[in-house]
T-cell receptor, first 115, second 112 residues
Framework: SQQGEEDPQALSIQEGENATMNCSYK?????LQWYRQNSGRGLVHLIL?????REKHSGRLRVTLDTSKKSSSLLITASRAADTASYFC???????????????FGKGTKLSVIP | DGGITQSPKYLFRKEGQNVTLSCEQN?????MYWYRQDPGQGLRLIYY???????QKGDIAEGYSVSREKKESFPLTVTSAQKNPTAFYLC???????????FGSGTRLTVV
């Protein structure tokens, strides 16, 4: 089942601008992760934020997590044409039945950065 | 270099045929996963395996089968029972207990 829902579905910005993508989810989580997918390729892990963290940075990426609102945002600062890709949030949680850790992915935000 | 390899990159299947997608990792990861991705959609979990000789159905297991005879390998068979198999298939692996997944580069399956 897909828990994360990204917003917007598509985003087009000029190079140098900041890009903000949002993710909402429904159930409790252990962590939330963001992945990037270039067209026709596999996903690449960008950043993980634990449920007890509120903000995390990695280079030009900034992720926030609000567990009370069950939402997260990914900010890419000073965007570049090479940032053009789809971005997915994924929520990590323990499966209540099997007890195994599971990642559940949203449908993604397609980001286009125009040179 | 450690990584996860999917083959082939492109695969064409005739109606009624079974096909097997390969996934191999040399990361020493315990857990492996198969996802299906349709155009403009997110990833849906087909099967996963937490340990050798054990695997569990995901959300859309019907028409698919897997095996996990070796830690490094988790092949996916798309059977003739899968009515709409044309999709992009992604394999991933992780250490036991999760955190981040490492993905392969995917196999695009087309029914002709």
């Amino acid at each position: 089942s897909q828990q994360g829902e990204e917003d917007p579905q598509a985003l087009s910005i000029q190079e140098g601008e900041n890009a903000t993508m949002n993710c909402s989810y429904k159930t409790s989580i252990n962590n939330l992760q963001w992945y990037r997918q270039n067209s026709g390729r596999g996903l690449v892990h960008l950043i993980l934020i634990r449920s007890n963290e509120r903000e995390k940075h990695s280079g030009r990426l900034r992720v926030t997590l609000d567990t009370s609102k069950k939402s997260s945002s990914l900010l890419i600062t000073a965007s570049r044409a090479a940032d053009t890709a789809s971005y997915f949030c994924a929520t990590g949680s323990r499966d209540s039945g099997a007890g195994s850790y599971q990642l559940t992915f949203g449908k993604g935000t397609k980001l286009s950065v125009i040179p | 270099d450690g990584g996860i390899t999917q083959s082939p990159k492109y695969l064409f299947r005739k109606e009624g045929q079974n096909v097997t997608l390969s996934c191999e990792q040399n990361l020493n990861h315990d857990a492996m996963y198969w996802y299906r991705q349709d155009p403009g959609q997110g990833l849906r979990l087909i099967y996963y395996s937490q340990i050798v000789n054990d695997f569990q159905k995901g959300d859309i297991a019907e028409g698919y089968s897997v095996s996990r005879e070796k830690k490094e390998s988790f092949p996916l068979t798309v059977t003739s029972a899968q009515k709409n198999p044309t999709a992009f298939y992604l394999c991933a692996s992780s250490i036991q207990g999760g955190r981040g997944y490492t993905f392969g580069s995917g196999t695009r399956l087309t029914v002709v």
